[in-house]
Antibody, heavy 117, light 110 residues
Framework: EVQLVESGGGLVQPGGSLRLSCAAS????????MHWVRQAPGKGLVWVSRIYSDGTNTIYADSVKGRFTISRDNARNTLYLQMNNLRADDTAVYYCARDSRYTPDYWGQGTLVTVSS | QSALTQPRSVSGSPGQSVTISCTGT?????????VSWYQQHPGKAPKLLIYDVNKRPSGVPDRFSGSKSGNTASLTISGLQAEDEADYYC??????????FGGGTKVTVL
């Protein structure tokens, strides 16, 4: 059974940093691209970033480019999102999702990030 | 990277059919057959219902179907059931190796 478990969310002040993790199990993690998607409270889903299976290629939404960094450790079956210079509008539940042929198919339960002073 | 356009809400009685539209551009929906649909109940993670415009993952009832014409994709729920009351999102692969979601549609079962 595919499982994705996010962690690392919490309350951070504007301008601060957080690193999110996503622990994967039930599939060959190193064979799949992975995504981060976020959802602000009461709002819709917004794609954030994607990383290749071997970590050699990454892409970001314009809203986070230059502030967020996606990475992975295939030996630990873990996906990461380093978030720097956080702003109030980054407040959201952050989901990791596995990619299967350009489709985010399996999703974790999400971790809440709140940016507030 | 503008969001795809979905109606804010649709509603129907049990047993009826409802259709949700998802309008994009030639840079996303119209340009690729990588349109997917997700169901999200309150406080839960999104669940994949449709991929590649009209394919269903195993375990998804055949009451859910997808289609596309030009820059608009559609999700139809036939034989509406109480448990179908949820938020629904479309998603498309897009130019510049990115993805874009719709704003979401709330389905209400009357």
């Amino acid at each position: 059974e595919v499982q994705l478990v996010e962690s690392g969310g919490g309350l951070v002040q504007p301008g601060g940093s957080l690193r999110l993790s996503c622990a994967a199990s039930g599939f060959t993690f190193s064979a799949y691209w992975m995504h981060w998607v976020r959802q602000a409270p009461g709002k819709g889903l917004v794609w954030v970033s994607r990383i290749y299976s071997d970590g050699t290629n990454t892409i970001y939404a314009d809203s986070v480019k230059g502030r967020f960094t996606i990475s992975r450790d295939n030996a630990r079956n873990t996906l990461y999102l380093q978030m720097n210079n956080l702003r109030a509008d980054d407040t959201a539940v952050y989901y990791c999702a596995r990619d299967s042929r350009y489709t985010p198919d399996y999703w974790g339960q999400g971790t809440l990030v709140t940016v507030s002073s | 990277q503008s969001a795809l356009t979905q109606p804010r809400s649709v509603s129907g009685s049990p047993g009826q059919s409802v259709t949700i539209s998802c309008t994009g551009t030639s840079s996303d929906v119209g340009g690729y057959n990588y349109v997917s649909w997700y169901q999200q109940h309150p406080g839960k993670a999104p669940k994949l219902l449709i991929y590649d415009v009209n394919k269903r993952p195993s375990g998804v009832p055949d009451r859910f179907s997808g289609s596309k014409s030009g820059n608009t994709a559609s999700l139809t729920i036939s034989g509406l059931q109480a448990e179908d009351e949820a938020d629904y999102y479309c998603c498309s692969y897009a130019d510049n190796y990115t993805w874009v979601f719709g704003g979401g549609t709330k389905v209400t079962v009357l």
